[in-house]
């Protein structure tokens, strides 16, 4: 990777430590009280543009918009152009995805990723499905730097075209492009890539990297070694989460896809319910919690309107399967072969539920493209302004950064007990090498287990009243900032470093995965 890549962002060190959280743990969802009309809808002049009725297929293969932190928008193809976008938007073939001053990742059915960083734009010109079952998938960079990183998956073939160029991504491979500048770079940080233009192939094996001529007339360098990135951290840690949270038990047997698996297995868990068997229930959430009081409609083409859940782990339970609910335990959610695609109309079973419940009903056509559903305030775990994280009963998990805080069941019980649950956190300050790419970190120490997750800096945190409203908060671009919590045991809270209390905590400054560190 390059290191062309800007962070123009300016902040003070405490209000860089404050999106240190904010940017990993405030998603972008809709908080209105009412339905909402799309601030891009179109004007009765534009009639044509409008949303129509229901008309494709269920079979239309989609993949996960999975993770948005700061000026993220996606083409949907709604007439509107670019949208504004959230975490559990679905994206089709023919879509675009661009980032201003953010960060996206999206996922694909065998839970590999791809991620973009700030100032880039790709397109999906391909996402098919074979009659034989094999996926083909093409990512086109029209801007940027991007990671990839695939799975063992025999049944994915993943191109990634940029100019004239065409990489063809064999099984594990992980690479980081930066089509920046004059002269593009791939790296390839595992697995093996073949890099074709016209009559010439070029491979290039791991920890290789590929330098493109200015023109496609000249043939690209080989290179041996890679070189590092400013956000070759923030990727790192993506790749370790989905590979360490991947669902090795027989509990997801009847899922149809892998994707949204890893966040289901940090955001809750499954339990036997008695004589409801066994269901999935996300932490932090009580038997008043239900999982439809809260998201939003959003609008595709040939498809109708498609349920959006706001929670981080809102994928996979809200496109297949079905939720039950089960007396004095609340609601959970039980895995089904069906896979609901866009048309994934809720799907719940009343036999002993509150009867207050609703569904959300989906929008008329010819209305806007994105309806926020709020039945209930929306309930939100985040950092308050004593430097402590609130874990608060009925987020679900809603504002707890992915990968960060251990086991969260291990507070669960208490979170539902008690309301909330207040976690010391102490912010230090990572001097940087230089002047762009460094990152905002915050880790977490319980015990024995110790998790870190790291963020760019250069993002604006995704906090918005509305799905087209992000927020503005930024870091210094000269250096990173470290944010900690305490043993869930107690302790207090330290500040630059230096402890006050006894707290137990996580790594500092100048600990593990430094800003702008490589892979391996």
Not at 44 to 73: F, K, M, T, W, Y
Not at 240 to 257: D, E, F, K, M, V
Request: proline letters at 8%; glycine letters at 14%; a positive charge.
């Amino acid at each position: 990777m390059t290191s062309s890549l800007k962070s123009p962002l300016t902040s003070s060190l405490v209000s860089a430590a404050f999106l240190a959280i904010a940017l990993c743990a405030t998603p972008l969802v809709a908080q209105q009280a009412t339905p909402i009309e799309s601030p891009s809808s179109p004007s009765p002049a534009d009639a044509s543009a409008s949303p129509q009725p229901d008309q494709a297929a269920p079979g239309v293969r989609i993949v996960r918009l999975s993770q948005v932190n700061g000026e993220v928008q996606l083409d949907r193809q709604t007439g509107h152009g670019f949208e504004g976008a959230f975490t559990n938007l679905p994206i089709i073939q023919g879509g675009r995805l661009r980032t201003g001053d953010g960060v996206a990742e999206v996922e694909f059915e065998d839970n590999s990723s791809l991620r973009l960083t700030p100032h880039s734009l790709v397109e999906f010109p391909v996402l098919s499905l074979g009659s034989d079952g094999t996926r083909a998938s093409t990512i086109h960079v029209v801007e940027g730097a991007i990671y990839v990183s695939l799975t063992k998956s025999k049944q994915s073939n993943v191109n990634v075209t940029f100019g004239q160029e065409t990489l063809a991504l064999g099984p594990s491979a992980h690479i980081a492009l930066a089509v920046t500048g004059k002269q593009p770079r791939l790296d390839v940080l595992d697995g093996t890539v073949q890099a074709v233009n016209g009559a010439t192939t070029t491979t290039v094996g791991r920890k290789k990297a590929l330098l493109f001529a200015p023109t496609s007339a000249s043939a690209p360098t080989l290179l041996s070694k890679n070189e590092k990135g400013p956000y070759d951290d923030w990727d790192k840690h993506a790749v370790q989460y989905h590979q360490r949270l991947a669902p090795t038990n027989g509990n997801y047997a009847a899922t149809p896809y892998a994707y949204g698996l890893a966040d289901m297995n940090y955001y809750g868990g499954f339990a036997n319910m008695g004589g409801c068997g066994m269901m999935w229930q996300p932490y932090l959430a009580s038997a008043n919690w239900s999982p439809y009081d809260n998201g939003t409609w959003a609008w595709y083409p040939n498809a109708g309107y498609s349920w959006v859940s706001p929670y981080p782990w809102g994928w996979t339970a809200f496109h297949s399967g079905n939720w039950n609910y089960c007396p004095g335990a609340g609601w959970g959610w039980q895995p089904g072969n069906q896979w609901n695609g866009l048309r994934n109309t809720p799907v719940v079973k009343l036999p002993n539920g509150p009867q207050r419940l609703r569904p959300p009903i989906k929008p008329v056509p010819l209305g806007p493209t994105v309806v926020a559903v709020n039945q209930k305030p929306l309930v939100i775990s985040r950092l308050n302004e004593k430097d402590s994280f609130v874990f608060r009963k009925d987020s679900a998990g809603l504002g707890v950064p992915r990968g960060t805080f251990g086991k969260l069941n291990h507070i669960s019980s208490g979170v539902v007990q008690h309301g909330s649950i207040e976690r010391p956190v102490y912010i230090s300050s990572t001097p940087g090498t230089r002047s762009q790419g460094n990152e905002s970190r915050m880790t977490a120490n319980h015990g024995t287990a110790t998790a870190t997750h790291t963020m760019p800096a250069g993002s604006h945190s995704s906090t918005a009243t509305q799905p087209h409203s992000p927020g503005n908060s930024g870091a210094s671009p000269g250096g990173g900032h470290s944010v900690s919590s305490g043993s869930f045991g107690g302790g207090g809270a330290s500040r630059g470093g230096g402890a006050v209390g006894g707290g137990a905590m996580g790594g500092s400054a100048g600990g593990s995965h430094a800003s702008g560190g490589g892979h391996h």
